[in-house]
Nanobody, 123 residues
């Protein structure tokens, strides 16, 4: 299977910046879409940003102009640069990726999630 490991969360003051990283590991054949979701206490998990293998991004309206998603296909890694952070951005951020991995008798699809990283925006 494919594992995703996130890093880069933490505590930051309003207006500050953080950069999240998520690396996929395993015998990966290809990764289609990589994305970031977040879940605040008492709320449903929501899409923050996603990016296709070709580099086309998609953002939630609440983060447009502040967050930038990018990926390094050679390293199977996706990044989320978060600027001008607000208290309402506080949440656990999860990485997601889907694609195909290699098995003994061919390829199989995967849709994997990371363990989550806490982002807290507070003064």
């Amino acid at each position: 299977q494919v594992q995703l490991v996130e890093s880069g969360g933490g505590l930051v003051q309003p207006g500050g910046s953080l950069r999240l990283s998520c690396a996929a590991s395993g015998i990966i054949f290809s990764i289609n879409v990589m994305g970031w979701y977040r879940q605040a206490p008492g709320k449903q998990r929501e899409l923050v940003a996603a990016i296709t293998r070709g580099g086309n991004p998609n953002y939630a309206d609440s983060v447009k102009g502040r967050f930038t998603i990018s990926r390094d296909n050679a390293r199977n890694t996706v990044y989320l640069q978060m600027n001008s952070l607000k208290p309402e951005d506080t949440a656990v951020y999860y990485c997601n990726a889907d694609g195909e991995y290699l098995r003994n008798y061919g390829r199989a699809s995967f849709d994997s999630w990371g363990q989550g990283t806490q982002v807290t925006v507070s003064s």
